[in-house]
């Protein structure tokens, strides 16, 4: 009997697992401006995770709160965040390298299953060394144009919008994105089984290529070499 009950548990935790594998999760984001946004689906659960709600109502509601005098309240001292290391060319060059050939692997069965709309993607090419900078506009053309039909043979696209552009005058690479996901939870397992150890080693190798967070000497150096090229 009780063999039974313990048998009859698991397969119902066997069908529940199944059931919640093949229920699709909807993923939509998009970056302009320094402005994240972040919204999952999941079935009936609703997740938006940038930016968060609290505080866009605390936005919303400041202006209408009036402001204490200094001398009632004192300003608590704002944390300094902590320097991020940034993504640089030779980051930019393994990827283009190391990671179709991956995603190929894993795509190669599951991709169909996956639903992509919109993608929108419109990236500024640009740097501080004007040939440097044309060389990577080709190797990030070159790699778009034999790519981009690869993956519309292994995903769904749709409304589909990939530019690049190449700016000299700027000196700090852009992008914005618009991208919408659809897939379903046994896709993600599948492609984990596949090439989740590739996965895993391309991303240690990216974050070793990363260039250090820049320290206050080298803020200063900047600064100073600004103003000697602006007065020049």
């Known amino acids: 009997m009780v063999g039974k009950i313990i048998l009859w548990v698991l397969l119902a935790l066997l069908l529940l697992i199944a059931g919640l594998l093949s229920i699709p ?12 946004f972040l919204h999952i689906r999941y079935g009936l659960v609703r997740l938006q995770l940038f930016p968060r709600k609290e505080e866009a109502e605390k936005t919303e509601r ?9 001398s009632e309240k004192q ?5 300094q965040k902590k320097p991020r ?6 980051q930019i060059l393994y990827a283009l390298e190391k990671l179709p050939p991956i995603l190929a692997r894993a795509l190669k069965r599951t991709g169909r299953s996956i639903h992509i709309q919109p993608l ?15 060389a990577l506009y080709g190797r990030m053309e070159a790699a778009l144009a034999a790519g981009f039909p690869s993956l519309e043979r292994l995903l769904r696209l749709e409304d589909a919008d990939v530019r690049l552009y190449m700016d000299f005058t700027q000196r700090k690479m852009d992008f914005a994105a618009d991208v919408g996901v659809s897939l379903r939870p046994v896709s ?10 590739s996965l895993l080693k391309w991303y240690l190798g990216f974050r070793k290529l990363a260039s250090p967070p820049p320290t206050e000497s080298d803020k200063d150096q900047k600064n100073h070499k600004d103003e000697r090229e602006h007065a020049a």
């Not at 999760?25 to 994240?36: H, L, N, Q, T």
């Not at 300003?75 to 944390?79: E, R, V």
């Not at 929108?120 to 044309?134: E, N, R």
């Open 25 to 36: 999760v909807k993923v939509r984001g998009s970056y302009a401006e320094g402005a994240p």
């Open 62 to 70: 400041k202006p209408l709160k009036q402001k204490k005098a200094k």
């Open 75 to 79: 300003k608590k001292p704002k944390k």
């Open 85 to 90: 290391a940034k993504i640089n060319t030779d």
């Open 120 to 134: 929108k993607l419109y990236v500024l090419v640009a740097g501080s060394d004007p040939a440097a900078t044309a």
């Open 188 to 197: 993600l397992c599948w492609i984990a089984l596949r090439a989740g150890g």
